[in-house]
């Protein structure tokens, strides 16, 4: 006679036998917990909430708060698959009876953030008009905004330059205590020389700390799709920043004479480069800091480790995915592409409010139907444009090898997209930007190994973004 290994039970069958269980003894918390676990393993979130409840207020114990919080995790998910599939009030609604605290803080910001797109809708055409957007809070943040990005911006060929052709609008979104520490900063005075400047409110409970995983992005970009959507109603261009930047001189006058050209998208890619290596001297804090493109990509290089007498035996080291040190430089491709400056005509492009990051969003607004056609420009000349975050310390060693085929693909479908947008993702890894040293030379064309890589390397997302799409299909 053979022993058999137990069928597990289907979560109908689960489900059957809860309830027969429930009839008998209304108040068990066994039984509760198990019909809250159940429903939620098959993806009904309302239902396994309202279990929880029952359980919890006969029970408010550590096994009980363990599933609810998992309720409130998969609330989260599923309305950030809401959000990013364009369905923002499904995801308020979803979320507004969700258990725990991150649940509400992500209830909060994107009611917020809805709040915001339906008050652009009452603008009016506002045309020759460029809109700064940058969302900005906490202490440290506002002090690297003020002492560093917002000084470069006061360069002559920045904002300076921009305002003699343009009214421009700097829309700062922040929180309320952030604002006054702003407008006690006397930079704030020499600003509104060439800008007017526009608060945005983030209430103080979504911003409080400690934050939840990657929920400053998500705040960060609500403030910039505002942005986005205000120029969309009044018919305005756009720009975008983060509080840790830093441009080089002329970097606001380059790009707005590639939309006078008829560019409608102006986009960079940014190094990092350790806060206190830019030193600002003798200067006041409300004088313009004016960076050369040189000194920002050597600052930039040096903070890799990386300095003109290196030389790399294995002709090519991984940094991070997608980016390479090589013998004189730094080499960087895909994604992650800064839209610097964006044309009133591509922000009146109907477009998905879905809060990825702005970066994504609008390259992939303006690719269309994956023929750039000359709309959208990748400046790689750092003469022209240069801009680096600022990091308070080093990060990104080099590591040993070449990142592989599989991991890169991997980390590549994990930015929310479909197969559908391999086009997309084979266009941003075409493109090659190289920094170079001083004085340094690196082949402005990719060898026909890195082509090959990039064709295996498409393919390689392709296969993790099916898994993806087939994963989040099952799930709803």
């Known amino acids: 006679m053979t022993s058999q290994t137990p069928t597990p039970q289907s979560p109908e069958a689960t489900l059957a036998l809860l309830y027969t269980a429930l009839a008998r003894m209304p108040e068990n918390v066994d039984v509760l917990v198990g019909l809250a676990g159940t429903h939620l393993s098959i993806g009904q979130i309302e239902e396994a909430s309202d279990w929880c409840a029952r359980a919890l207020a006969i029970e408010p114990s550590a096994r009980v708060t363990r599933i609810q919080t998992a309720i409130g995790e998969a609330a989260v998910k599923r309305a950030l698959d809401d959000v990013i599939d364009g369905r923002m009030d499904r995801a308020i609604a979803a979320l507004a009876h969700a258990p725990g605290d991150t649940a509400q803080r992500y209830h909060a910001l994107l009611a917020t953030a809805a709040a915001w797109f339906d008050a652009a809708r009452g603008l009016e055409s506002e045309l020759d008009c460029v809109r700064l957007s940058l969302p900005v809070w906490g202490d440290a943040y506002v002090e690297a905004a003020a002492s560093g990005l917002l000084r470069t ?54 911003a409080a700390t400690p934050l939840p995983r990657d929920f400053a992005y998500w705040i960060m970009s609500a403030g910039h799709h505002a942005s986005m959507e205000r120029a969309c109603r009044a018919g305005t261009a756009v720009s975008f920043f983060t509080a840790d930047m830093l441009l080089s001189d002329g970097s606001l006058e380059a790009a707005q004479r590639r939309l006078d050209r008829g560019v409608q998208a102006v986009l960079v890619r940014a190094l990092e480069v350790e806060r206190g290596a830019v030193a600002p001297g003798d200067t006041k804090p409300a004088d313009p800091l004016a960076l050369t493109g040189r000194d920002l990509v050597d600052l930039g290089l040096a903070r890799l480790g990386l300095d003109r007498a290196k030389t790399f035996p294995e002709g090519c080291r991984a940094l991070t995915p997608c980016t390479f040190a090589v013998e004189g430089g730094y080499v960087a491709y895909g994604f992650h592409f800064l839209p610097l400056l964006v044309s009133a005509e591509l922000a009146r ?58 991991k890169l693909g991997r980390w590549g479908a994990s930015w929310c997209f479909e197969p559908a947008d391999a086009a997309y993702f084979d266009w941003c890894l075409r493109h090659r930007v190289v920094f170079p040293f001083s004085g340094a030379e690196i082949a402005a064309e990719p060898s026909a190994a890195e082509r090959a890589s990039i064709g295996d390397l498409v393919n390689g997302y392709r296969h993790h973004a099916a898994l993806r799409l087939a994963t989040k299909t099952s799930g709803r």
């Open 153 to 206: 911006l006061l360069a002559p060929g920045n904002l300076p330059a921009l305002a003699r052709k343009r009214k421009v609008r700097l829309e700062i979104t922040t929180t309320a205590r952030d604002r006054d520490a702003f407008e006690a900063r006397p930079i704030m005075a020499a600003l509104r020389r060439h800008a007017a400047i526009d608060y945005f409110i983030i209430p103080e409970a979504i």
């Open 349 to 406: 492009q109907p477009c998905v409010r879905d809060l990825l990051t702005v970066d994504t969003r609008i390259v992939r607004l303006a690719l269309g139907d994956a023929s750039p056609g000359g709309r959208v420009e990748i400046v790689t000349d750092p003469s022209e444009i240069a801009i680096v975050s600022t990091l308070d310390t080093a990060r990104g060693e080099l590591q040993k090898a070449v990142l592989s085929i599989n």
